[in-house]
């Protein structure tokens, strides 16, 4: 069994920075890969920011580029995502997932999923 827990959110200003953390426990995320993705009210959940089991390759969602940083810690289990320049159009839930396969960018192409945690921007 996969488990996902997420931490790090929290009610910020526009301009902040957070750090979320994301740690796996029944598998190690080395051999597939982990993602990140968001729902604002009202919205569809969408890609933020994905990387490789081996750490090579990152995928980062255009409205984020720049700003936030994916990174993983294999000895940890753990992969996080630092927020830079947050802006109130980032208010969202952050989810963190565990990628099976296919394209980074899919949501589809995850199989386990976290709880979720809240990103506040105030402007």
């Known amino acids: 069994q996969v488990q996902l827990v997420e931490s790090g959110g929290g009610l910020v200003q526009a301009g902040d920075s957070l750090r979320l953390s994301c740690t796996a426990s029944?598998?190690?995320?080395?051999?597939?890969?982990m993602g990140w993705f968001r729902q604002a009210p009202g919205k569809e959940r969408e890609f933020v920011a994905a990387?490789?089991?081996?750490?090579?390759?990152?995928y980062y969602a255009d409205s984020v580029k720049g700003r936030f940083t994916i990174s993983g810690d294999n000895a940890k289990n753990t992969v996080y995502l630092q927020m830079n320049s947050l802006k109130p159009e980032d208010t969202a839930v952050y989810y963190c997932?565990?990628?099976?396969?296919?394209?980074?960018?899919?949501?589809?192409?995850?199989?386990?999923w976290g709880q979720g945690t809240q990103v506040t921007v105030s402007s």
């Open positions: 997932a565990a990628h099976v396969g296919g394209a980074f960018t899919k949501w589809n192409s995850y199989g386990y």
């Open positions: 029944g598998r190690t995320f080395s051999s597939y890969g």
């Open positions: 990387i490789s089991g081996s750490g090579g390759a990152t």
